[in-house]
């Protein structure tokens, strides 16, 4: 969320909540409300690795549909939270590739390892 300079993130339990304002911000009796949840952030100055790790970012695409699904199932049960069945995951994986915003890492031999879903928040 993002109102005069305040942002704040919560995915819930087990993560913590954070919260960024500027230097001068003071309570203006703003009702907060959970607009989306996340579970990373942007990094502004990224730390390079000092090796290369094999394999390439992906954007997913409508033939990627039951991997993302598969991804998003296996995130919630090992975490434990926001849990939903398989048509509530296949209807977010949907709405995650067509924005165009979900990405799998692939190794080098080309299995999908990894996800990434980038939110914009306006």
Same mark, same amino acid.
């Given at each position: 969320?993002?109102?005069?300079?305040?942002?704040?993130?919560?995915?819930?339990?087990?993560?913590?909540?954070?919260?960024?304002?500027?230097?001068? @911000?003071?309570?203006?009796?703003?009702?907060?409300?959970?607009?989306?949840?996340?579970? @990373?952030?942007?990094?502004?100055?990224?730390?390079?690795?000092?090796?290369?790790?094999?394999?390439?970012?992906?954007?997913?695409?409508?033939?990627?549909?039951?991997?993302?699904?598969?991804?998003?199932?296996?995130?919630?049960?090992?975490?434990?939270?926001?849990?939903?069945?398989? @048509?509530?995951?296949?209807?977010?994986?949907? @709405?995650?590739?067509?924005?165009?915003?979900?990405?799998?890492?692939?190794?080098?031999?080309?299995?999908?390892?990894?996800?990434?879903?980038?939110?914009?928040?306006?």
């Amino acid at each position: 969320m993002q109102e005069k300079g305040l942002i704040l993130c919560f995915t819930g339990h087990p993560f913590p909540v954070w919260i960024w304002t500027v230097d001068d @911000a003071s309570e203006d009796g703003s009702e907060l409300k959970i607009t989306t949840n996340m579970f @990373a952030y942007d990094c502004l100055d990224p730390v390079r690795p000092e090796t290369e790790a094999d394999g390439e970012i992906y954007r997913c695409d409508t033939k990627d549909l039951e991997e993302v699904v598969c991804f998003l199932d296996l995130f919630h049960r090992e975490l434990g939270i926001d849990q939903k069945n398989l @048509a509530g995951y296949r209807e977010d994986a949907e @709405a995650f590739i067509n924005t165009g915003n979900m990405y799998l890492w692939k190794d080098e031999k080309g299995r999908s390892v990894a996800r990434c879903c980038i939110f914009i928040l306006q």
